[in-house]
Structures are given as C-alpha cells and as structure tokens.
C-alpha cells in the first residue's frame, strides 16, 4: 500500500503517540520549526494560517528540530512555552525530532523522497521548510524556509476545496 501522511504515527510534545490518520480529510501543512532562526517569526504566519482555515479542514503541525545551527536547543517543554507565550500558537507542535540523517523521522524521510527540493535534493536545508499534505494524505508540494507562509494562502485554499 503506497504511504500518506496517514500511515505515520508521532510524538507529541508530552511523549504521547499521535497517529496522523486523525487528519484524513484535512489538508495539513507539515513545518520544522525552531525558536532561536532568523526564520522564526514565521510562526505568527503559521498562526494565521491556522486560524483562517482551521475551521475549513487545515491544521499546521509543526516539528522542532535542533539539527540547523543548533536553533532548537530547548526541551520540549520550553520550545510549548516559547510557542505559547511568544507567538500564542494554537496550532499542534509535537516532539523534537531530527529532519535529516540516520536518525531522522520516519515521516520525514517518506516527506523528503515524495517530494525532494530545489534541483532534486532530499536534504531538508534549513529550519521552516514547509510541505502541504492534501486531504487524502499525499503531498502537493514542498516550499523553501525563506517562503512566507501568507504566499501559501491560494494553495491552502485549493487544497481544502
């Protein structure tokens, strides 16, 4: 059987395991996120995202990842209370993770081959590179950190249709 977002299941923030099948039907726009990145004020972008459509079938599931520059080096819990109190995001952030390498999440290394970046690369360069999942769990298409999560709008609109 060919792999969705829906065959993977995550760590939440407190150790809990969230399975991705929850989201069947939504479109979801998957991001690794960190609080130290010249990129982090993209996450009162993401919360706007989130809270224009969540009610239409969209959720952002952020990932916090350490492997770039060490810009994630909280725990779990800091990086929940950085999220809450600095940018009051809503929207689900789980467990640090790891993007790329040997250890790198399952979810991501299916993300990563499904849709590689710019001239074909897998490798997830920086913090905030963005995927949007359709609603039937496959990926429509990867973006670069530097893009803002406001451009996304059309695309999130199309996906949720």
């Not at 360069?125 to 963005?130: A, E, L, P, R």
Request: with cysteine; hydrophobic share 35%.
């Amino acid at each position: 059987m060919e792999k969705t977002l829906h065959s993977f299941t995550v760590k939440a923030a407190d150790g809990s395991d969230v399975p991705l099948d929850k989201y069947k039907g939504q479109a979801v726009l998957v991001v690794n996120v960190a609080s130290k990145c010249g990129f982090t004020p993209q996450y009162a972008g993401l919360e706007e995202l989130y809270e224009k459509f969540k009610d239409q079938g969209f959720t952002v599931l952020g990932f916090p990842c350490n492997q770039f520059g060490a810009q994630e080096p909280g725990s779990d819990s800091d990086i929940q209370q950085f999220c809450s109190l600095t940018y009051n995001v809503k929207f689900p952030v789980m467990a640090k993770i790891d993007v790329n390498g040997d250890n790198a999440d399952p979810l991501y290394k299916w993300m990563k081959e499904s849709a590689p970046g710019f001239l074909g690369t897998e490798m997830i360069k920086w913090n905030f590179t963005k995927f949007l999942i359709g609603k039937d769990g496959k990926i429509l298409k990867r973006y670069p950190p530097q893009e803002e999560p406001k451009n996304l709008t059309e695309d999130i609109k199309a996906a949720i249709k």
